[in-house]
């Protein structure tokens, strides 16, 4: 079973930062790519964030400048660093990541349950 839990949500006026974490743990024989994706109220999820297991990152258009992901894989952990906040970016974050099994080899793809963000004044 892999576990993978985010924190660091919450309530920030618009323009302020929050640092968003994301832990796996369990058994597994790696983690490949980690992702954030956030889910407004009466929207679909979408990708906010991408980083593979070398560390090259990839955004959505809307957050470039303002978001940075990184990973530590000693800690099998992804992070989300966000400034600049905006309203439109009130959404619950999910963590996700691609977890390579012990055997078989195969690559399953893991949630959290999410952090809830809320950018409002």
């Known amino acids: 079973q892999v576990q993978v839990v985010e924190s660091g949500g919450g309530l920030v006026q618009p323009g302020g930062s929050l640092r968003l974490s994301c832990a796996a743990s369990g058994s597994f024989f790696s983690i490949e790519d980690m992702r954030w994706y956030r889910q407004a109220p009466g929207k679909q999820r979408e990708l906010v964030a991408s980083i593979a297991a070398g560390g090259r990152p990839n955004y959505a258009d809307l957050v470039k400048g303002r978001f940075t992901i990184s990973r530590d894989n000693a800690k099998n952990s992804v992070y989300l660093q966000m400034n600049s906040l905006k309203p439109e970016d009130t959404a619950v974050y999910y963590c996700?990541?691609?977890?390579?099994?012990?055997?078989?080899?195969?690559?399953?793809?893991?949630w959290g349950q999410g952090t809830q963000v809320t950018v409002s004044s």
């Open positions: 996700n990541a691609d977890v390579k099994e012990r055997i078989w080899s195969r690559v399953l793809g893991s």
